[in-house]
């Protein structure tokens, strides 16, 4: 693991835009998709797009997924796509897109404990100060929302944020178990699992669509999910953890409700109110105490 670097930054940033553009997608995609068509619909069209880049560049080698490790493939797979995508797509159903993203931002709260028990990753009064700034917001948000405007269900909130802890779970698992194969072999075979995975509650759920106007943006957006928000994005995470920790990839978290909040103002017109200014205003803050932790981290 080494000290993030302009390139580390740079690809949290993009990481932090495309993951931050999901949240309008989802609402988009509801609009004509169930929320286990969505999910699986994002896996698998991610599953194509992966394993075509792997014949191309002869990056993965398709025997290895019925290798002794398989289960670690499946897990991968439950923990970090299969179980936080079905979560999100709840939660955010009953929610504006821009909440949704402002919640997620609970991941380095997960993260800074977490690691700090299992991996040589620690935490200091600097990084550990930061996230519980960061994570204040989140109760901001949670007050204003459910006993202000009574706008948003505990329920929808805790779906959301469920999603968040799940990542952060899925990336220790990777971060402790696979480290011998490569980020587009980890990536590709777990998005395959998890495909299989919601495959059957796909069908068990499905709904007859003629009484549902079909909106083809529905489409568009399921396809963007697939490969761009979930193929590129997670392979990136997976870089980013591999080579800076997970800590540092889990302040995504706090750069995503920035982008989550504008994009969902611009795509959508949802309003942004007063506590969601507010809240990114302490998210920013405890970003910047992060960074202080960082300089005096020895990695």
């Known amino acids: 693991m080494s000290k993030p670097n302009f390139q580390s930054y740079?690809?949290?940033?993009?990481?932090?835009?495309?993951w931050g553009s999901a949240f309008f997608?989802?609402?988009?995609?509801?609009?004509?998709?169930?929320?286990?068509?969505?999910?699986?619909g994002r896996l698998l069209f991610a599953s194509v797009f992966l394993i075509g880049v792997s014949f191309f560049f002869n990056s993965v080698k398709l025997?290895?997924?019925?290798s002794k490790d398989f289960y670690l493939f499946f897990f991968i797979g439950l923990i970090n796509y299969a179980v936080p995508f079905v979560l999100i797509a709840i939660g955010i159903d009953k929610m504006t897109s821009g909440l949704a993203a402002l919640l997620m931002s609970a991941g380095p709260f997960y993260a800074i404990i977490l690691s700090h028990f299992w991996t040589e990753d620690k935490f200091n009064k600097f990084k550990f100060i930061g996230t519980c700034i960061g994570f204040l917001s989140v109760g901001i948000l949670v007050y204003d929302q459910i006993y202000l405007t009574q706008s948003t269900s505990f329920l929808s909130i805790l779906y959301v944020m469920g999603a968040s802890f799940s990542y952060i779970l899925g990336g220790l698992i990777i971060k402790k178990n696979i480290s011998k194969y490569?980020?587009?072999?980890?990536?590709?075979?777990?998005?395959?699992?998890?495909?299989?995975?919601?495959a059957p509650f796909v069908f068990y759920f499905y709904k007859d669509p003629s009484n549902k106007i079909f909106f083809q943006e529905s489409l568009y957006s399921l396809i963007y999910?697939?490969?761009?928000?979930?193929?590129?994005?997670?392979?990136?995470?997976?870089?980013?953890?591999?080579?800076?920790?997970?800590?540092?990839?889990?302040?995504?978290?706090?750069?995503?409700?920035?982008?989550?909040?504008?994009?969902?103002?611009?795509f959508l017109g949802e309003v942004l109110n007063f506590?969601?200014?507010?809240?990114?205003?302490f998210l920013l803050i405890?970003?910047?105490?992060?960074?202080?932790?960082?300089k005096k981290s020895k990695f």
């Open 286 to 294: 405890g970003l910047t105490v992060l960074q202080a932790g960082y």
């Open 63 to 66: 025997e290895n997924f019925f």
């Open 182 to 198: 490569n980020n587009e072999t980890i990536t590709c075979f777990s998005m395959i699992w998890a495909t299989l995975i919601l």
């Open 10 to 18: 740079t690809l949290l940033v993009f990481l932090a835009a495309i």
């Open 225 to 266: 999910l697939g490969v761009i928000s979930t193929a590129v994005a997670f392979y990136i995470r997976f870089k980013l953890i591999q080579k800076n920790g997970l800590i540092f990839m889990s302040q995504v978290s706090l750069l995503l409700p920035i982008f989550g909040v504008v994009f969902s103002y611009i």
């Open 275 to 281: 506590s969601m200014v507010v809240s990114l205003f």
């Open 25 to 40: 997608n989802y609402k988009i995609v509801l609009k004509t998709f169930d929320i286990f068509t969505l999910a699986a």
